[in-house]
């Protein structure tokens, strides 16, 4: 079954309605060219090793792609039932043979259709919508747009963050306000059907921005490592990019925790309280730009 999308029912679904509504007015999600990670090594991770997060095994999902691979660092902080449902689905081997079948050139690239490839479900139930988690500021915090206490956009452990401002946790019973992970490049979100509740197994990466589907679709990871190869993806027709002729596999999907400590990859992502951050992050409140403008939090992989 393909969630989300219908090749038959163009512009039908919610988020091929809001790709319609994007060509209606002419517009496109293009990422700013500034937003490129730039290049670090591990000489750069072992000359600061301060400046560096070990990014957990068991939340480190790997994409063996005919384009090539792609790690994606997944955070149950704050959606932890699709954090935990991807995570078995990779591990049973579902995921391997599947195709990239719905890809947008300026949008995102759809896969994690079970059923197309082996006519049945993943035997998992359907996932509640996790589209907003709460955020006890002072428990979780990010490193603000602007001052803490007003900030709506923020990092967390290099992923973006919008959010209630801090300061109204103080007027709710929980000392939490409402935070969200936004559809920026290289998010990896949850495709649905027109039902909040009906994520399963299909995903999509984000190859631009797409801000109308906050709040609206669970986002669970962020691509860390091979979005040169998110961008690759093979590309379906206009206007819906379905169908597509040989589309593109994801050949093998697992987590890092599954190898073999002295053969699995390790990665290391830049924390984003240091100084060269805090300097980015105060420029772009000065700004007023928005959080998926800022360049995205780079990784460095050990093999």
């Not at 700013?32 to 072992?46: G, I």
């Not at 596999?249 to 925790?257: G, N, T, V």
């Not at 992502?269 to 780079?298: E, F, G, H, M, Y």
Request: a negative charge.
């Amino acid at each position: 079954m393909t969630r989300l999308f219908s090749v038959s029912l163009a512009c039908s679904a919610l988020l091929a309605a809001a790709a319609c509504a994007e060509e209606s007015d002419g517009t496109a999600n293009a990422e700013p060219s500034s937003a490129s990670a730039p290049e670090w090594t591990m000489e750069d991770v072992n000359a600061a090793p301060d400046e560096w997060r070990q990014v957990d095994a068991d939340n480190m999902l790997i994409f063996e792609t005919s384009k090539g691979r792609i790690i994606i660092e997944m955070l149950p902080d704050v959606a932890p039932n699709h954090v935990e449902q991807f995570r078995t689905i990779a591990e049973s081997g579902d995921f391997d043979g599947t195709s990239f079948h719905r890809v947008i050139d300026d949008f995102m690239a759809q896969g994690g259709d079970i059923f197309a490839l082996k006519g049945r479900e993943s035997g998992l139930p359907d996932l509640k919508g996790e589209f907003t988690f709460r955020r006890n500021p002072q428990e979780m915090k990010i490193n603000p747009v602007g001052p803490e206490g007003g900030a709506t956009q923020g990092l967390y452990k290099g992923f973006p963050i919008a959010t209630q401002s801090a300061y109204l946790a103080e007027m709710t019973k929980d000392g939490s306000v409402d935070s969200w992970v936004p559809h920026c490049p290289g998010i990896v979100s949850t495709a649905r059907t027109d039902d909040p509740n009906s994520a399963n197994s299909q995903f999509f990466l984000m190859r631009y921005q797409a801000e109308h589907l906050d709040k609206g679709y669970t986002a669970w990871g962020r691509v860390i490592d091979g979005f040169d190869v998110v961008r690759a993806i093979k590309i379906g027709p206009e206007p819906n990019g379905t169908p597509i002729e040989d589309p593109d596999i994801l050949e093998e999907a697992y987590m890092a925790s599954e190898l073999p400590e002295d053969e699995r990859p390790v990665a290391y992502v830049q924390s984003t309280d240091i100084q060269v951050w805090t300097d980015r992050l105060a420029a772009a409140a000065q700004l007023k730009n928005d959080i998926c403008d800022i360049p995205r939090v780079p990784a460095v992989i050990d093999e």
